[in-house]
């Protein structure tokens, strides 16, 4: 507990000293998106955060509401635009959740919230990645970010939560500025971001092969 107190402490000093810069940039990234992609701007999705506990994540959006003749939304892929993808690839489209920071549902640092379905498709010691509040950025994320496996991606956030301090919090945000500005590992080949999490699925691939 007096870890996550520190580490708290830590979002808060980092976020309100920084405010002036990513309020700003939060503003005109906002103006951006309204002009290229209409309304809303934002993009609100349930994800489960320190111990599996549900928020709801904002983001800027970065997908259209492209359908189908049947009304359907299109594959993901389809529905990004070049902006979305270059909105994507600089990290900008995270920056609303600095809010989730300030509200303390994120830490600037931790393993990335995932969707809520995945969460009965974790292995038990997959689900340790909730023993710390979900981050902005993380381990995961400068060391490889969207171009590894789902199973490299977890080790990467359980040897976190195991090796967590605000120095390497401080190792992992510098990074983070050198893995946005060489917009590496985006997206794992072929995918807008990652595959679906489905072990069940890739074993019973496995099993008809």
Same mark, same amino acid.
């Given at each position: 507990m007096k870890s996550l107190r520190l580490k708290r402490a830590f979002d808060l000093a980092v976020v309100l000293l920084a =405010? #002036?810069?990513?309020? =700003?940039?939060?503003l005109v990234t906002a103006l951006i998106v309204r002009t290229k992609l209409g309304g809303p701007v934002l993009f609100r999705q %349930?994800? #489960? $955060?320190?111990? $599996?506990?549900? *928020?709801?994540? !904002? @983001? *800027? %959006?970065?997908?259209?509401?492209r359908r189908d003749a049947n009304g359907n939304l299109l594959p993901d892929a389809e529905r990004l635009p070049a902006f979305g993808r270059w909105l994507r690839s600089t990290s900008l489209d995270e920056l609303p959740e600095l809010?989730? !920071?300030? @509200?303390?549902?994120?830490s600037l640092v931790g393993p990335r919230p995932l969707l809520v379905q995945y969460m009965d498709r974790y292995t038990s010691e997959q689900m340790r990645r909730h023993d710390v509040p979900p981050g902005l950025t993380g381990w995961a994320q400068i060391n490889g970010r969207n171009s590894v496996s789902w199973d490299e991606k977890f080790a990467l956030d359980i040897w976190y939560v195991d090796h967590r301090t605000i120095g390497l919090d401080i190792r992992i945000l510098w990074g983070t500025v050198w893995q946005v500005l060489g917009r590496r590992g985006v997206s794992a080949r072929g995918e807008a971001t990652m595959p679906e999490f489905n072990p069940r699925a890739e074993k019973r691939g496995e099993l008809e092969n």
């Open positions: =405010a #002036p810069l990513w309020l =700003a940039l939060l %349930r994800r #489960p $955060g320190l111990r $599996g506990e549900i *928020f709801e994540m !904002v @983001k *800027f %959006r970065s997908m259209t509401d809010w989730n !920071v300030l @509200k303390g549902e994120m």
